[in-house]
């Protein structure tokens, strides 16, 4: 094994996660206008985009469990279900495990939406050049990961 291999010392790994940390939030914004500019017509915010993929992968869940799983807050994870519910793509459920914290469902025009939107972002990232490799890209995700991983103990609410 080459120095390449070895796991860095903590200060050195805390620059260098920076230098990821400092695309992370640019790379989102931008990915997200250009979803978002290539079909304004539907209207999903990356707010609603979050909720409704949220759903999509884990079935229906309450409000303070989907702001738990995005690391946000109880609030604005209810003004997204709003949004989302005005426009017909969720439905409020009764929740059998708490009478007082409804469960939160995708409908079928919210499957529909959700997929297109998923869609479009396939296509966009389908352009993404450099030669990626499978490895490349499964040690983006586990460096990610570990991130979120270390951060998950920050409470938003």
């Given at each position: 094994?080459?120095?390449?291999?070895?796991?860095?010392?903590?200060?050195?790994?805390?620059?260098?996660?920076?230098?990821?940390?400092?695309?992370?939030?640019?790379?989102?914004?931008?990915?997200?206008?250009?979803?978002?500019?290539?079909?304004?017509?539907?209207?999903?915010?990356?707010?609603?985009?979050?909720?409704?993929?949220?759903?999509?992968?884990?079935?229906?869940?309450?409000?303070?469990?989907?702001?738990?799983?995005?690391?946000?807050?109880?609030?604005?994870?209810?003004?997204?279900?709003?949004?989302?519910?005005?426009?017909?793509?969720?439905?409020?459920?009764?929740?059998?495990?708490?009478?007082?914290?409804?469960?939160?469902?995708?409908?079928?025009?919210?499957?529909?939406?959700?997929?297109?939107?998923?869609?479009?972002?396939?296509?966009?990232?389908?352009?993404?050049?450099?030669?990626?490799?499978d490895a490349d890209?499964?040690?983006?995700?586990?460096?990610?990961?570990?991130?979120?991983?270390?951060?998950?103990?920050?409470?938003?609410?």
């Amino acid at each position: 094994m080459n120095d390449i291999d070895q796991p860095l010392p903590p200060d050195e790994l805390g620059h260098r996660l920076s230098e990821v940390f400092d695309l992370v939030g640019p790379l989102y914004r931008r990915a997200t206008r250009k979803v978002e500019q290539a079909e304004p017509v539907e209207g999903v915010s990356a707010g609603v985009r979050a909720v409704l993929n949220l759903l999509r992968q884990n079935g229906p869940m309450t409000v303070p469990q989907m702001g738990r799983a995005q690391a946000l807050s109880r609030q604005f994870v209810q003004r997204m279900v709003n949004d989302a519910a005005a426009r017909g793509w969720v439905e409020t459920v009764p929740n059998p495990a708490h009478q007082r914290s409804s469960l939160i469902r995708l409908t079928e025009e919210g499957r529909s939406t959700i997929a297109h939107v998923l869609g479009r972002e396939h296509h966009l990232m389908r352009q993404v050049g450099g030669g990626l490799t499978d490895a490349d890209v499964r040690t983006c995700v586990r460096v990610l990961t570990e991130m979120v991983r270390t951060f998950d103990h920050v409470d938003v609410d």
